[in-house]
């Protein structure tokens, strides 16, 4: 039969061979400056902690990016489309949604020469992919 550990810290009974409580993630080895029980017990967290913590937080952040720039930029495309055609470019841009998200930038940039609609639309959404995958490389899903 293999040797058990009890946690220090929470009391969890775990195998042997193991470095961290499976339960609250603390050392298995008891400090020795709190081997005779004295001063608070420190509290350990289990690894990879932090990583997904901050990985859940770039991910909320790629979100926040993408409705942001995603609303803005449909705003500013049906503007665009209102000025150039009327209603009646506005309700085409409505019925072709993820057209008018690639179409109207670059109409806009080659017809009239204004790169700034082109590049919030684009650079946005490439930021939010960017920080979407940094998300993913931090916290992989279970």
């Excluded at 220090?8 to 298995?28: E, K």
């Excluded at 859940?56 to 990016?65: G, L």
């Excluded at 209603?87 to 085409?92: A, K, S, T, Y």
């Amino acid at each position: 039969m293999s040797t058990l550990i009890y946690c220090w810290q929470c009391g969890h009974l775990n195998p042997g061979n193991a470095v961290h409580c499976a339960s609250c993630g603390a050392l298995l080895v008891r400090p020795p400056g709190l081997a005779d029980g004295a001063g608070p017990r420190p509290q350990a967290r289990p690894v990879g902690t932090t990583r997904r913590t901050l990985g859940k937080i770039v991910k909320v952040a790629s979100t926040i990016v993408w409705l942001v720039v995603g609303l803005v930029s449909m705003i500013l495309d049906l503007w665009m489309l209102s000025y150039e055609w009327g209603l009646q470019g506005v309700i085409g841009g409505l019925i072709l949604g993820p057209v008018t998200f690639i179409a109207v930038p670059l109409y806009v940039f080659f017809n009239r020469g204004a790169w700034v609609l082109l590049a919030f639309s684009y650079g946005g959404a490439l930021l939010g992919a960017l920080l979407m995958g940094l998300a993913s490389a931090l916290a992989p899903e279970e």
